[in-house]
């Protein structure tokens, strides 16, 4: 996990170097947890716990105003009810739907006060990997290409950050398009809807 979150955050700083020539830039890593589920035409479906990891850059505009890119890998997904027949007896369970992707993220954050800020952007998520209830496959098809390689979001949030570059996040994620590919021709809509908290570290505080 520290290997994963030292790559991701150096990728990020790599990725954003170009913008090095701002008044000031800080980066970080964060880390937390997701609450995410999908709406649309998907059925018997419920939110599941996940968990994302990433690097970030904030690039200072102003004293109330900053950019901030992001880099993210975010397990989300939901749990979809299963029903299991046993003889004269039916049984229903919530099994787990995962869906990995990397996050790239562009949010403007607006400070109120010093250290609180609410930010919003949009977000392009690039799948990763899918699985349901721990396969990948089911009868030799592949889960993932029942989902569309691209998700585009938006973000709302909010959070607040001590002097000494320690900070905690909250965050809603509502999908824009549909993940779903076309089932025989027939289209299938189904929209991803995550929230998110966590806390970030800035290195260079």
Do not use: H, W
């Not at 996990?1 to 964060?30: D, H, P, R, W, Y």
């Not at 609410?118 to 030799?140: H, N, Y």
């Amino acid at each position: 996990m520290k290997k994963l979150i030292t790559s991701i955050a150096c990728a990020t700083a790599l990725f954003f170097s170009a913008n090095s020539n701002a008044q000031e830039v800080e980066f970080g890593a964060k880390a937390g947890i997701n609450f995410s589920n999908a709406s649309g035409d998907i059925k018997n479906n419920s939110a599941k716990l996940g968990f994302y990891v990433g690097g970030l850059a904030d690039i200072k505009i102003s004293d109330k105003f900053s950019i901030q890119p992001e880099l993210v890998y975010s397990l989300e997904g939901y749990n979809l009810e299963t029903l299991t027949v046993d003889g004269a007896s039916i049984t229903t369970e919530d099994k787990p739907l995962n869906l990995s992707y990397l996050n790239v993220a562009g949010m403007a954050k607006y400070y109120i006060t010093d250290g609180l800020n609410v930010e919003a952007g949009p977000q392009i998520g690039f799948l990763l990997g899918a699985s349901f209830d721990g396969e990948s496959e089911i009868s030799g098809v592949e889960i993932k290409d029942g989902y569309k390689s691209i998700n585009f979001g938006l973000n709302f949030g909010a959070g607040y950050e001590l002097e000494s570059g320690l900070g905690f996040n909250a965050r809603y994620a509502l999908g824009l398009s549909s993940i779903a590919e076309d089932v025989d021709g027939e289209s299938f809509s189904e929209k991803t809807a995550t929230f998110s908290i966590g806390v970030f570290y800035k290195f260079n505080k």
